[in-house]
């Protein structure tokens, strides 16, 4: 097929074109690629005349991207606060490296539509907030003047723009969200890269590297040269004629009603600038596999009379993964998959965050929580998220837009285009195992799914698909019956390819500050269904709904615009149930105690019941002690194994207790029913409590609670002490009050006022109410390089002070 009629087919001609994936060099001889992420003057309006390179700025904000057309409070805001057309503006020189090559605007990510002008001419409009796009400048340059980049962000909920049109439970936010940079070419170069490894589970692995060329075509004598890379050490190269054949260049393809060029070949198999360059004899190939993620890099370069004229890189892994009829494999071994969903919102800034913030969230899913597999609910997500997820072995799901709707055509043919960016963006990423190709919770659309497909299956062969839908009755299309399923038990798989996409979420909001009743449910539902998921071998595992709690519409959630559906609140600090997601990972990778209450006397309905403790040892013991008295010791109240078996044995103290809810799970959870305490032999009402934890006779861990109700220490805990002055590098700094063992006191909920020194700035309320004992505010860095000291007062405790050393960042070029 053609690449005009393959457009035409699928509908994917709209206004601009796809992005190439972002694991570029940022400087190379033959290539350059220059961020434009700061000097950017910023309106929260649409301004008249401003598209003009004329236009007086001089009262627009200067703002450095990612950017968040507003800052909003927490919570309890109203949507349309951000729900409007913005203006952003960006001066710059003709660059030096631009002589003679092509120049494009390369834009990752700007909520919802963008209308982009360069010098005053128009480019285009590019709808969609989450896909990448670019627009070529080349030809409106000036090469001798101050050049000028315009973009005016439309915030609103276009019912035109997928995921609109009807209602959505989270928001989206606005503003130039995610990075932005000048890529310079040349007139004949390499629009993408496909590296798709073969046989990787014998002794005589390969790789075929797809080489996606665009442009003027490409002379007889031009080449590629490909090289596999282990960090400096060239594992293997090879080499082929670069044929650009059909209708290469990207000005060949039109938008009908702009006229604006689609700047990308349609990348599939049948592309006619696809390029194969097989390496083969690659020796000892390390797998990429959750345990052991070893990253390999493909570079390539295109050669025209000898000479290097365009260059490129990306990231690759080496591995086999497929869902089957008995589950997940994953390099030939099966792997129950066990996650949770993740929207990519932050408090105050929306989706606003730059790379470090980013990849802490997949810090917090893989090490914080020990989950497998993260779903990117309900779009594609930061490249540096996924990055992250390459890196630390954290399988991927990545769907396209959408919430429950499906709009008309052309609605349609801009969800299909998505499919597309999403596939082409991230098809070297070994972390991601499965193409979400439905819109979430939709109705079955025969025509309009069987174009989703057929496009993900002729982008990337090496992939399944799967749709999210809520019912089994649902026609499938997909290779993967991915099934959202929030009753208990689950609905037995009716398919051989069966994955669970979520489940308990709204059906059970969890708030940090709710009481132990909520929490030890909260906890034990999400337990009750990796359970069952482990009883199955046709169930490939589950991905709870989900990880961190959200911003919503006013329709939806607790009346405060939050859905409290995360295991994790809002600011990424854990509720009981995380514990559970914790517990599960071997002893080897991390020894886990996790209680799922609040050690207090009477934090449920008719007094303190049933103690849930969520752990990877295979025995623990309770202790208690009279607080009054801390020179006393400590007295053995109970000891238990898992709940797993009627067999279970408790110690002397309370008779034997069980049950086989938990058969399943490798590492079930622990519960000591409270009313079997024999309370006699404790001459004090109340006291601290002690648990400590066992594997194989040896204690290997303990944790102690005081029984006093009172709070005693104030922390300030960043995730990081040195930052870059970019003036968007960010880092988060959690506050905690605790009682004198450290545990987090739960109704704690103090005003927490800062002080800030240095270049850097406070992103949060100041001052801060604690919610659940915790909370969080983010320091954001300034472009001047020196120490920032944050220093933070509660109003009893006193103060607590950090430093945060802010590294001098390379100025932007331009």
């Given at each position: 097929m053609q690449r005009r009629d393959f457009l035409k087919a699928t509908g994917t001609i709209i206004a601009a074109s796809t992005l190439p994936a972002f694991a570029l060099e940022p400087e190379q001889k033959s290539r350059t690629v220059l961020p434009i992420n700061r000097n950017w003057r910023y309106h929260p309006s649409k301004v008249e005349g401003s598209h003009l390179a004329s236009f007086n700025d001089s009262s627009f904000e200067t703002v450095v991207i990612p950017h968040t057309n507003i800052r909003l409070p927490w919570h309890s805001f109203d949507d349309k606060d951000y729900e409007f057309v913005s203006t952003y503006r960006r001066r710059f020189r003709y660059p030096a490296a631009a002589k003679g090559k092509r120049v494009f605007v390369d834009f990752e990510g700007a909520m919802t539509a963008s209308t982009v002008w360069i010098n005053g001419v128009a480019l285009g409009e590019y709808k969609g907030g989450f896909t990448p796009f670019s627009f070529e400048l080349t030809e409106h340059l000036h090469p001798d003047a101050v050049n000028v980049l315009v973009v005016q962000v439309d915030s609103t909920e276009r019912s035109d723009i997928p995921p609109f049109g009807h209602?959505?439970?989270?928001?989206?936010?606005?503003?130039?969200?995610?990075?932005?940079?000048?890529?310079?070419?040349?007139?004949?170069?390499?629009?993408?890269?496909?590296?798709?490894?073969?046989?990787?589970?014998?002794?005589?692995?390969?790789?075929?590297?797809?080489?996606?060329?665009?442009?003027?075509?490409?002379?007889?004598?031009?080449?590629?040269?490909?090289?596999?890379?282990?960090?400096?050490?060239?594992?293997?190269?090879?080499?082929?004629?670069?044929?650009l054949t059909g209708s290469p260049d990207p000005?060949?393809?039109?938008?009908?009603?702009?006229?604006?060029?689609?700047?990308?070949?349609?990348?599939?198999?049948?592309?006619?600038?696809?390029?194969?360059?097989?390496?083969?004899?690659?020796?000892?190939?390390?797998?990429?596999?959750?345990?052991?993620?070893?990253?390999?890099?493909?570079?390539?370069?295109?050669?025209?009379?000898?000479?290097?004229?365009?260059?490129?890189?990306?990231?690759?892994?080496?591995?086999?993964?497929?869902?089957?009829?008995?589950?997940?494999s994953l390099n030939g071994k099966i792997v129950k998959l066990r996650g949770?969903?993740?929207?990519?919102?932050?408090?105050?800034?929306?989706?606003?965050?730059?790379?470090?913030?980013?990849?802490?969230?997949?810090?917090?899913l893989r090490k914080g929580l020990h989950c497998n597999i993260v779903r990117t609910s309900h779009y594609p997500q930061s490249r540096h998220f996924l990055d992250r997820c390459d890196e630390i072995g954290l399988l991927v799901l990545?769907?396209?837009?959408?919430?429950?709707?499906?709009?008309?055509?052309?609605?349609?043919?801009?969800?299909?285009?998505?499919?597309?960016?999403?596939?082409?963006?991230?098809?070297?990423?070994?972390?991601i195992i499965l193409w979400g190709v439905r819109?979430?919770?939709?109705?079955?659309?025969?025509?309009?799914?069987?174009?989703?497909?057929?496009?993900?299956?002729?982008?990337?062969?090496?992939?399944?698909?799967?749709?999210?839908?809520?019912?089994?009755?649902?026609?499938?299309?997909?290779?993967?019956?991915?099934?959202?399923?929030?009753?208990?038990?689950?609905?037995?798989?009716?398919?051989?390819?069966?994955?669970?996409?979520?489940?308990?979420?709204?059906?059970?909001?969890?708030?940090?500050?709710?009481?132990?009743?909520?929490?030890?449910?909260?906890?034990?539902?999400?337990?009750?269904?990796?359970?069952?998921?482990?009883s199955d071998p046709q169930y490939a595992g589950g991905i709870g709904w989900c990880a961190f709690d959200y911003n919503t519409h006013s329709n939806f959630g607790a009346g405060d615009r939050i859905c409290y559906h995360g295991v994790t609140d809002i600011f990424r600090e854990n509720k009981p149930a995380a514990g559970f997601y914790k517990s599960q990972c071997d002893p080897s990778e991390e020894i886990v105690l996790e209680p799922a209450f609040h050690w207090a006397n009477s934090d449920e309905s008719v007094g303190f019941t049933k103690a849930v403790v969520c752990s990877n040892c295979d025995h623990i013991k309770f202790y208690l002690r009279e607080h009054s008295l801390e020179s006393n010791p400590w007295k053995l109240a109970a000891e238990?194994?898992?709940?797993?078996?009627?067999?279970?044995?408790?110690?002397?103290?309370?008779?034997?207790?069980?049950?086989?809810?938990?058969?399943?799970?490798?590492?079930?959870?622990?519960?000591?029913?409270?009313?079997?305490?024999?309370?006699?032999?404790?001459?004090?009402?109340?006291?601290?409590?002690?648990?400590?934890?066992?594997?194989?006779?040896?204690?290997?861990?303990?944790?102690?609670?005081?029984?006093?109700?009172?709070?005693?220490?104030?922390?300030?805990?960043?995730?990081?002490?040195?930052l870059y002055a970019d003036g968007a590098d960010t880092t988060r700094v959690v506050l905690r009050v605790t009682d004198?063992?450290?545990?987090?006191?739960?109704?704690?909920?103090?005003?927490?006022?800062?002080?800030?020194?240095?270049?850097?700035?406070?992103?949060?309320?100041?001052?801060?109410?604690?919610?659940?004992?915790?909370?969080?505010?983010?320091?954001?860095?300034?472009?001047?390089?020196?120490?920032?000291?944050?220093?933070?007062?509660?109003?009893?405790?006193?103060?607590?002070?950090?430093?945060?050393?802010?590294?001098?960042?390379?100025?932007?070029?331009?």
């Open positions: 209602e959505i439970d989270y928001l989206t936010f606005g503003g130039i969200y995610r990075e932005v940079s000048l890529r310079i070419v040349s007139p004949t170069y390499i629009d993408n890269i496909f590296a798709r490894p073969k046989n990787v589970l014998t002794g005589n692995p390969s790789v075929d590297v797809d080489c996606f060329l665009a442009g003027k075509p490409a002379d007889d004598s031009d080449i590629i040269q490909v090289e596999l890379r282990d960090g400096d050490r060239i594992v293997a190269k090879g080499s082929g004629p670069a044929k000005n060949a393809a039109m938008n009908p009603e702009t006229s604006a060029p689609v700047y990308a070949s349609t990348q599939t198999t049948s592309d006619p600038a696809r390029n194969t360059v097989t390496l083969t004899s690659l020796g000892d190939i390390k797998l990429w596999d959750i345990q052991q993620p070893n990253l390999y890099t493909v570079h390539v370069r295109l050669l025209s009379a000898g000479k290097v004229i365009d260059e490129d890189s990306r990231r690759i892994g080496f591995r086999e993964a497929t869902f089957t009829d008995h589950g997940f949770l969903d993740r929207h990519q919102t932050f408090p105050f800034v929306g989706q606003a965050m730059p790379a470090r913030v980013q990849r802490k969230d997949a810090d917090i990545e769907e396209i837009p959408g919430w429950q709707y499906i709009g008309p055509e052309p609605w349609q043919q801009i969800s299909i285009d998505n499919v597309g960016r999403m596939i082409r963006r991230d098809w070297n990423r070994p972390s819109i979430n919770e939709s109705r079955d659309n025969h025509d309009f799914y069987t174009r989703t497909n057929a496009l993900a299956h002729a982008l990337d062969t090496t992939r399944q698909t799967g749709g999210i839908r809520y019912f089994q009755e649902s026609e499938f299309l997909e290779d993967v019956f991915t099934m959202n399923d929030f009753g208990f038990p689950l609905k037995k798989p009716n398919h051989p390819r069966y994955l669970n996409t979520e489940f308990v979420g709204h059906t059970f909001p969890t708030k940090t500050t709710d009481d132990d009743e909520r929490q030890r449910e909260h906890t034990l539902r999400h337990a009750r269904i990796h359970n069952q998921l482990a238990l194994d898992p709940e797993t078996s009627s067999q279970n044995s408790l110690s002397h103290l309370l008779p034997p207790f069980g049950s086989t809810e938990f058969d399943h799970l490798t590492y079930p959870p622990f519960i000591l029913d409270l009313r079997k305490l024999d309370r006699k032999q404790f001459q004090f009402p109340w006291g601290d409590l002690r648990i400590d934890g066992f594997i194989k006779g040896k204690q290997v861990i303990s944790k102690s609670f005081s029984g006093s109700g009172v709070d005693r220490k104030f922390t300030l805990l960043p995730d990081d002490r040195t004198e063992f450290d545990a987090i006191r739960t109704y704690a909920n103090d005003p927490i006022t800062f002080t800030l020194s240095g270049p850097a700035e406070i992103i949060g309320d100041n001052p801060f109410a604690l919610i659940g004992g915790t909370g969080a505010i983010w320091i954001r860095a300034k472009e001047t390089a020196g120490t920032a000291q944050l220093t933070a007062r509660h109003p009893r405790l006193g103060t607590q002070t950090i430093k945060i050393t802010l590294l001098g960042a390379p100025g932007e070029a331009v």
